[in-house]
């Protein structure tokens, strides 16, 4: 193949994964008509997206705020206006790093394991016994893990947000000197509720685009174990680069 070719088939490759994904994620809309009856497996991808991710979210958005709260605060301080500090952490975490950094995580965390689970069965071939005892394996797998990333990054986001501010605020006490009625003060003053809604969008974004991903890579693994292999990694890899995309889109439509 010459070269032209090759560039040929990558672009058609990615064009077709980029259609197969938006494609299996509305037929993961469709779907919500049969959410009651598989309620329970949507309570246990909730838990699994959810429950089980509050730990390294809160640890990862505590420290956030507080390197923030760090390197702003140092700088403020040098022009004397360390007192804005609050609504500059808060602005910051509500808009891009709360929902940012808890996607990512969660798409290092369960994307990739669902991604890893979908493509064993699709190698092991209980897709395809799934279809033969007319179960569709959209509404029966990729269903309830739409509903449960639609439904807790938002929640997620917000645990990440809060602890974020209150890390934040403990670090501009300690450290930087400003007081905390100071700094919530700044908070509540400043921050708006466009804020809030465009980083709540962005959860929302985010959750549903990773949960596509992820299911199109698991679903469509080939070759074995190195195939789930590569239908891991690609998961990772193309959830990165959207959450990545979409931020700047939404933040530009925003503002």
Known sequence: MTALEKTGGKILDSLQGMGGTVSLLFQGFYWFKASWKYRKEIVAQMLLCGYESVPVVLVVGLFTGMVLALQTGQELARIQLEGTIGNIVAGAICREMGPVFTA???????????????????????????????????????????????????????????????GGAVISRLQIGVSYYAFFDGVLTNLEVIDIYNGMIKAVVFGLTIAAVSCYQGLNARGGARGVGRATTRSLVFSFLMILIFNYFITAFFY
């Not at 016994?129 to 917000?158: C, D, G, H, K």
């Open 104 to 166: 990512i995580i969660v798409a290092g965390r369960v994307g990739s394991a669902m991604a890893a689970q979908l493509g064993t069965m699709k190698v092991s071939e209980e897709i395809d016994a799934l279809e033969a005892m007319s179960i569709n394996p959209v509404r029966y797998l990729v269903m309830p893990r739409v509903w449960a990333f639609l439904v807790m990054l938002p929640v997620l986001t917000i645990f990440a947000n809060l602890v974020g501010i209150l």
